[in-house]
C-alpha cells in the first residue's frame, strides 16, 4: 500500500478532532419529529345518511329493467354496503326514516324528516346530511329543508333515476357523490344541495325535467358545480335567502298550511279552484300558462275565492324558467294575488305552506316570493 505524503497526513491529523466533534454533536441531536411521532391522520368527516326509499332504494326484476320496478325495497344498510369506497371519504352511518315511493310523500313526511334533520345538524358530532330520497318529489323536499333547518352545515338530497338492478345503475355514483359534497367543507352555507349525475343543484332551483334518463334533474339558472372523482367544484353561489339565513324554522312549526295546485290549460273551467277552496285550501297556485296567465273563463271565479280569504298565486306551468311579472297579464294589485316569481308551481305551494304559518297578509306572502 502507497504512504501518503507527509504534508496530507499532518491535514487528516489535524482534522480529525473537529470530526470526531462533529459526529459527538449528531449523536447528541434528538432524532426528527418525524421519525419520533407519526402525524395524526386527518379526521374523517361523520355523515349521517338518512333513507326515505324511491328509485335509489328500488329493485327490477332484471338487468334490463331500468324504468319498470318497485321502488323502496333496499334498506339502508344495503345502501351504504353497496357503495364501499365511501369509508375513504367520509365516517357514514345510516338512518332509515322512510321506506316509501316519494310520489306518497305528505306534509307530515316533510315535518318529520326536517325535524331529524334539525336535530342531527344541532349535533356536534354531525359534519353533514345525506337524504336519500325518491326523485319525483326530490325538489320539493330539498326546497323545503332549504326553508326549514336553521344550519349551514352540508345538507344534500339524492336520488336515481334507475334502480340498483338495472344494466348502468346510477344511484351508487350519486350516493357517493353526494357523501363527499356532504363532507366537505366548501359546502357549508350553500344552502341544501341536490346531486344527480356528477352535479351540484340548488334545492331551490333544481327540477326534475325528464322522467327515464339519468340526466333528469335540471337547473333553470345552471347548477352551482359538479362533482368529478369525488371531489366538489364550485361555478358559482345562491343568490336567495335559505338555511341559516331563513325567517323560518322547523322547531316552531307544528303543521303546514294547506296549499293546493289547479292547473291552466285551454278550456280551463273554474271547477277545480271551486272545490279546493270549498275543501279548505288556504291557498291555490295557479300553475298557469305562459307568464301563469289566468283564462278569462275562470278569472272571475279566482277574484271570488280571493274575496272569500283564499289567497291565489300565480305560477307557470312552463317546464324551465317560469318567470311570472306582476301585473303582467292580470292585475295583480288590483285582485290581491302574489306571483311565484321565478318557482315551479310545486315549489310554489311549499314556499305558500311554509309561509302562511307566519302571516296571512297577501303583501308578506309576496315578499317572502321575492326573497325565497
Given amino acids: 500500500m502507497k504512504a501518503l505524503p507527509a504534508s496530507t ?90 321506506q316509501i315511493a316519494s310520489e306518497s310523500f305528505t306534509d307530515e313526511h316533510l315535518l318529520q324528516l326536517g325535524r331529524r334533520v334539525a336535530e342531527l345538524a344541532r349535533q356536534d358530532d354531525v359534519d353533514g346530511i345525506v337524504i336519500t330520497h325518491g326523485t319525483d318529489t326530490l325538489e320539493e323536499t330539498a326546497f323545503f329543508l332549504n326553508l326549514v333547518i336553521p344550519s349551514d352545515k352540508p345538507i344534500v338530497v339524492v336520488g336515481s333515476m334507475r334502480p340498483g338492478t338495472a344494466m348502468s345503475a346510477d344511484g351508487t355514483l350519486n350516493l357517493y357523490d353526494a357523501v363527499a359534497v356532504a363532507a366537505s367543507a366548501d359546502a357549508r352555507g350553500k344552502g341544501v344541495l341536490v346531486t344527480m349525475n356528477d352535479e351540484i343543484h340548488s334545492g331551490r332551483d333544481v327540477a326534475k325535467a325528464v322522467n327515464i334518463r339519468p340526466d333528469a334533474f335540471k337547473s333553470a339558472w345552471g347548477p352551482l358545480g359538479m362533482v368529478v372523482e369525488g371531489k366538489p367544484y364550485w361555478f358559482r353561489l345562491p343568490a336567495k335567502r335559505h338555511t341559516s339565513g331563513s325567517e323560518f324554522d322547523i322547531a316552531r312549526i307544528s303543521a303546514l298550511a294547506p296549499v293546493e295546485i289547479a292547473y291552466g290549460y285551454g278550456n280551463v273551467s273554474p271547477t277545480a279552484y271551486q272545490a279546493f277552496a270549498a275543501g279548505g285550501a288556504r291557498a291555490i297556485v295557479h300553475a298557469g300558462t305562459g307568464n301563469g296567465s289566468v283564462s278569462n273563463r275562470v278569472a272571475p271565479a279566482l277574484q271570488a275565492l280571493r274575496g272569500q280569504g283564499v289567497h291565489i298565486i300565480r305560477s307557470s306551468r312552463v317546464t324551465a324558467g317560469g318567470f311570472v311579472l306582476r301585473n303582467a297579464e292580470q292585475p295583480d294589485d288590483k285582485n290581491d294575488w302574489v306571483v311565484a316569481h321565478d318557482l315551479n308551481p310545486q315549489k310554489a305551494r311549499i314556499l305558500a305552506a311554509v309561509a302562511l304559518t307566519r302571516s296571512n297578509d297577501s303583501k308578506e306572502l309576496q315578499r317572502v316570493f321575492w326573497e325565497y
Avoid at 462533529?22 to 361523520?46: I, K, Y
Wanted: hydrophobic letters at 55%; a positive charge.
Fill in 9 to 98: 497526513a499532518r491535514r487528516s491529523l489535524l482534522a480529525a478532532p473537529a470530526l470526531l466533534l462533529t459526529l459527538s454533536l449528531c449523536l447528541l441531536q434528538p432524532a426528527p419529529a418525524l421519525a419520533r411521532d407519526a402525524a395524526p391522520a386527518a379526521r374523517l368527516a361523520h355523515v349521517v345518511i338518512l333513507a326515505t326509499g324511491g328509485t335509489i332504494a328500488g329493485a327490477g326484476a332484471g338487468a334490463a329493467n331500468s324504468a319498470t320496478y318497485q321502488a323502496a325495497k333496499v334498506p339502508v344498510e344495503q345502501l351504504v354496503a353497496s357503495v364501499p369506497e365511501l369509508k375513504d371519504i367520509a365516517s357514514v352511518r345510516g338512518e332509515q326514516v322512510f
